[in-house]
């Protein structure tokens, strides 16, 4: 059957991917395992990130990277740390058990700095994912797989240009988050009206609810919220529903929630920047380096993984495999 893809592309000549279909967490995993890694060497990788609990984007992540260590015959050891210096502590743990590579994410680069040096030193080959897309190179990390969040910020406020907005409200979960940070930054450059930033705690949902409808209370101005994230996104419906607001959210990010908001005309659109690809990959790069000497990018450039927007016009296409946990 042949599927006609409706999804709507902000970035020119993405190369289009297939994948197999594989398995869950340390070695192993989902239930079928693609045949091409069975006679390679057992790596073992870590995966390292700045994960929130219960935030439910980074199951989107996992599921691709174990999906990658099932096919590669990859032992994967997932840990994630909020704080940046518990990060770089369990970048350290993974060096002294000398894994074979380290896939990190770079919300906070400059605190992560001398860990990512040490595993350098130690012969662990690093690639970055997620966050820290202006930062990698720098660092000496080898490869980088994510979206460029300059371009999507910018994106968004184009569009809310499109739809005539003339105040918009940026809410923040996390912050000093580098990739957050620019996509509020490079939204409020591009949009013609006014924009405003919130921070909140992303690990108090409750706080997060109260802060944005005292916000849509004290300012009637605010036509939509702008969260970064799924799960603030469907936080800011009810925050909306509490101060008798307006007000339209549209989000970056997706879980299988989200995606049925969007369905039901309850957020507006979401930037898509593939965590499932971001996942992926990271594993899969670690594995061709130690297997072939393979570098994406050339070891210079980002591989990108979006962005691109979820709409009604492409939505259930996207809920299909949303069901499946990989979008």
């Known amino acids: 059957m042949k599927r006609n893809t409706t999804y709507t592309a902000l970035l020119a000549g993405a190369a289009s991917l297939m994948f197999a279909a594989t398995a869950c967490s340390s070695e192993g995993g989902r239930e079928e395992a693609a045949d091409e890694g069975v006679e390679t060497p057992e790596l073992t990788i870590a995966m390292i990130t700045h994960e929130v609990p219960g935030d439910t984007f980074w199951d989107i992540i996992r599921a691709g990277a174990e999906d990658a260590a099932a096919k ?5 050891e997932y840990s994630s740390d909020p704080e940046a210096r518990g990060q ?3 970048i350290q743990n993974a060096i002294d058990r000398e894994v074979d590579g380290i896939a990190v994410t770079l919300s906070k680069p400059d605190a992560l700095e ?25 660092m000496g990390v080898q490869q980088y797989f994510g979206t460029d969040e300059h371009l999507a910020g910018t994106a968004f406020g184009e569009r809310l ?22 996509r509020c ?11 405003e930033v919130l921070y909140v705690d992303s690990a108090n ?42 007000a339209t959210v549209a989000t970056f990010d997706t879980n299988t929630e989200l995606v049925g908001a969007i369905q039901e005309g309850v957020v507006e659109w979401a930037v898509d920047q593939q965590p499932y690809l971001q996942g992926y990959l990271a594993v ?38 949303a069901e499946e946990g990989t979008r």
């Open 284 to 321: 899969d790069s670690l594995w061709l380096y130690n297997t072939n000497g393979n570098v994406s990018g050339g070891g210079t450039e980002p591989v990108l993984t979006g962005p691109a927007f979820i709409d009604e016009s492409n939505i259930d296409e996207i809920a299909a495999f």
């Open 161 to 182: 240009n499109d739809v005539g907005a003339q105040k918009a409200l940026c809410v923040i979960q996390e912050q000093g988050h580098v990739a957050l940070e620019t």
């Open 185 to 195: 930054a490079s939204l409020g450059e591009a949009f013609e009206g006014d924009s």
């Open 72 to 76: 590669d015959n990859v032992t994967l």
């Open 205 to 246: 949902m409750p706080e997060v609810r109260s802060s944005i409808a005292a916000k849509l209370q004290e300012d009637t101005d605010i036509e939509y919220v702008v969260t970064l994230g799924a799960p603030i996104a469907m936080t800011a419906i009810d925050s909306i529903d509490d101060a008798g607001s307006d």
């Open 114 to 138: 001398g860990a990512i040096a040490d595993a350098q030193e130690a012969g662990i080959p690093v690639v970055a994912f997620n966050s820290g897309i202006e930062e990698w190179a720098d």
């Open 88 to 90: 770089a502590s369990l």
